[in-house]
């Protein structure tokens, strides 16, 4: 009994940062899609998380992705050729807010129709309150 009670309490907290996770992004087929495609082993919805190491995460939080871009004629289709072809490591306007370089080319982790609906719900986001 004991030993049951670690493992209910750890499987209540994965269900409420699932929970937390898509009331954030309220869209529960673009965060499958999204977590499926592998895209949030290196981002987050809301940003502010630490990774595991303490270092900023991989990738930007959608929620700054959605802000840094809105209002952008192109954004949609910029963010699909990022998604899809990856970004240059040496041009890169996120550099010392996230620990990665670069995003790798996806094309064979995601359909294009995908990354453009994925896009699409990124640049939905509100801003983080």
């Known amino acids: 009994m004991t030993r049951s009670i670690p493992l209910t309490l750890g499987l209540m907290l994965a269900a409420l940062a699932t929970t937390g996770a898509q009331a954030a992004g309220k869209d529960d087929a673009s965060l499958k899609l999204a977590t499926t495609s592998g895209c949030m ?12 190491d303490g270092l900023a995460p991989i990738g930007p939080a959608w929620q700054d992705v959605a802000a840094k871009y809105k209002g952008q004629k192109d954004a949609s289709a910029k963010l699909t050729h990022t998604v899809l072809t990856g970004s240059n490591p040496y041009d890169s306007h996120w550099k010392g807010k ?14 294009e129709a995908d990354a453009k609906q994925l896009v699409k719900w990124i640049l939905s986001l509100d801003a983080a309150k």
């Open 41 to 52: 082993t290196c981002h987050q919805i809301q940003p502010g998380g630490k990774g595991p």
């Open 98 to 111: 996230v620990s990665g370089l670069a995003m790798p080319p996806n094309a064979v982790a995601i359909k």
